[in-house]
Structures are given as structure tokens and as C-alpha cells.
């Protein structure tokens, strides 16, 4: 079996200003020699700034998304390479949050996983099911499809991260059993085109639920929302993976 480097990153989302920055520089702080892949990923308008500030560290920074095209007339859009350029070196695409507000199919979040591996970002590929697909049984059809149209060919360890996100367990305080995590990822992890590729769940995940996620077969990781916002709560789970 590879050995797959365990990742846990964080998903700062439509939040942060100039004085959440010392919470990025706590985490670096906290974290010298972490036995993980530590990511952060702010808002586009602080990357610069955590950029210099954590210069040295071993903490890598992340965009939330990115446009497929390299550039051009695209208002408010951002490019894979302007993250790049702006100290990222991976891309959050096809989140469910971008799914749902901007309409994002999967078609769209494959062309912006390739422009992110043109740029030289690693892609962190977010799938995941609906309440009403879960509660109708589809789950595993739905991430099926979702893997199958959201992951370029080309796909391999060292460009793609998987995130299986429920919808209806992101920033709920709801998670799956362990079975049902087992379940979803361990049929995920047949499916992908390289198995050195990271799989991490994302959805709620806590100081208090990490170990028990982590200790799930086929979990590389976490993708964390709200408890990666405060050095204080996303220590416990960085220290939670290393001990996994
Ligand atoms: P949450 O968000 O940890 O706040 O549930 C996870 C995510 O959306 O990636």
C-alpha cells in the first residue's frame, strides 16, 4: 500500500481580515516541524500578506477557487496563476458552496482543477452528497459521478487532493457515523485513477470528533471550515492527525 502523506487544511471561506492574520502566524507558530501537510486557505485578499508572513514555515497556503481561463475580461474572478503569483500552491475547487451559489457542474470544476495544474497548484477536488441524495440512498451514485466528471484525466498524488464533503454536514455541526465516512470512502479510494492520492473528509470536523474521524480506514485528512479560523481550534486537530 503507499504511504500517503496525511493533510490537514483549512478552509478560511468569505472570512478574514488584516486581523485574523495572527491566527495563520499562531499556527505556523504551533506547528515547526508538523508531521503532516499543513494548508491554509484565506481569502484571495489576504494570501499576500500570510504569504510573507509565513515564509519559512511549513505551513502552505491555498486559494478557495479559481477560473478555468489563464486570464481575460472575467470581472471579480481570479486566476490560477494570480494565486500562484500571490504565494499559493494549491486551489480549493468545485466546494459545494461553490456548487450551489455560483452553479459550478462538474464539467466546470474538471476545467478548473487543469488550469490549477497549469499553473503548478495542487487541485483539492470537493465532492460530496445532499441531504435529500443521502436520505434517498444515492449517496454513492452521486460521488461516483461527481469523482468521474470532477476529476481530470491526469489526476495522480501529486496534483490532486479528494475533499468528500456532505452538503449537509458543512458548518451544521452534524456529521456522518463512522460507518457511513467508511463507507463513502472507501469506495471512493477504489475508484481513484492513482492511489496515492490523499482522500480527507471535510464537514464539521472538531477538537472533540477529529481522532475518531482520523482513526476511520481511507481518511488522509480533513478539509476544516470554522475550526481552522482560530489557532486554538485547529491545533487540536492538526495534532490529532499526527497522531492518527
Ligand atoms: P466546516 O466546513 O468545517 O465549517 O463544516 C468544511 C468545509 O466547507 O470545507
Redesign the pocket.
Known sequence: MPQRRKIAAG?W?MNGLADSLGEARAIAAQHPAPGVDIVLCPPATLLARMRDLLAGSAVDLGGQDCHMAEGGAHTGDISAPMLADAGARHV?VG???RRTDHGETDTQVAAKAQAAWAAGLGAII?LGETLSERDSGRTLDVVAAQLTGSLPPGAASGNTVV?Y?PVW?????RTPTPEEIASVHGFLRARLPDPGIRLVY?????AANAAAIFAIADVDG???????LRAADFMPIVQALERA
Open positions: 478552509n471561506k480549493i466546494h459545494s458552496e470537493c475533499a464533503e454536514a458543512i458548518g451544521t455541526g471535510g464537514g464539521s470536523v472538531n480533513a478539509l476544516v471550515g470554522g475550526a481552522s
